[in-house]
């Protein structure tokens, strides 16, 4: 079975600062990995996902990930945070090769930005 | 193009009552996921359809909680004799088709409150 750890429920930064968002997983077979973002009173929206290849994966609006296979973590991070990347990240696991997607997801951190 | 749309977008309903949650995909996708978030938690998978026939619904709680898509388009999630406990936003994410490689797209959801 697999599933997703996410440390920390709340993140709090301030503006221009680095954000790392972490995310550890656990699978049985090679994951794939997905970052999403949800704003409030809005639907989930794909930040960046991993599948295979290259294990630095960039997203949209800045942020990106690091698949390490070693220590089972997939961490999100932006160098420079802006007041617009409020919002609620969950990261996400999912069974690759001949699975069908079903997505299994962490409980989710809060990112807040002060000025 | 429209995204994938859920109606209503909130529901308050008396235990015990039978409801029906609407979700219409994106056009053309073939797969379609239904998810529920609990207050503080991240979403939770419930039943998978690829085309008309649900594919997967071991995250169903119970017998209480059916979902159809008779076209292979539009879906609804059917709760009957509702409980406190079903209270939660019920997500649905629809892609093009089937396979961990290929993007969910989420709808806003459904707010379900049972009294």
């Known amino acids: 079975a697999q599933s997703v750890t996410q440390l920390g429920s709340h993140v709090s930064v301030s503006e221009g600062a680095l954000v790392l968002l972490r995310c550890n997983y656990s699978s049985s077979v090679p994951p794939y990995l997905f970052w999403y973002v949800q704003y409030p009173n809005q639907g989930l929206q794909l930040l960046l996902k991993y599948t295979t290849g290259a294990t630095l994966v960039k997203g949209i609006n800045g942020f990106e990930a690091e698949f390490k296979k070693s220590e089972t973590s997939f961490h999100l991070t932006k160098p420079s945070a802006h007041m617009s990347d409020a919002a609620e990240y969950f990261c996400a696991v999912s069974e690759g090769g001949t699975s069908y997607g079903k997505l299994t997801f962490g409980q989710g951190t809060i990112l807040t930005v002060h000025p | 193009g429209a995204g994938v749309s859920q109606t209503p977008s909130n529901k308050v309903t008396e235990k015990g009552k039978y409801v029906e949650l609407r979700c219409d995909p994106i056009?053309?996708?073939?797969?379609l996921y239904w998810y529920r978030q609990s207050l503080g938690q991240g979403p939770e998978f419930l039943i998978y359809?690829?085309?008309?026939?649900?594919?997967?619904d071991s995250g169903l709680p119970n017998d209480r909680f059916f979902a159809v898509r008779p076209e292979g388009s539009v879906s609804t999630l059917k709760i009957q004799r509702t409980e406190r406990g079903d209270s939660a936003v019920y997500l649905c994410?629809?892609?093009?088709?089937?396979?961990?490689?290929?993007?969910?797209?989420f709808g806003p959801g459904t707010r379900l409150t049972v009294l």
């Open positions: 994410a629809s892609s093009l088709t089937s396979g961990s490689g290929y993007e969910q797209f």
């Open positions: 359809f690829q085309g008309t026939g649900a594919a997967d």
């Open positions: 056009s053309g996708h073939t797969a």
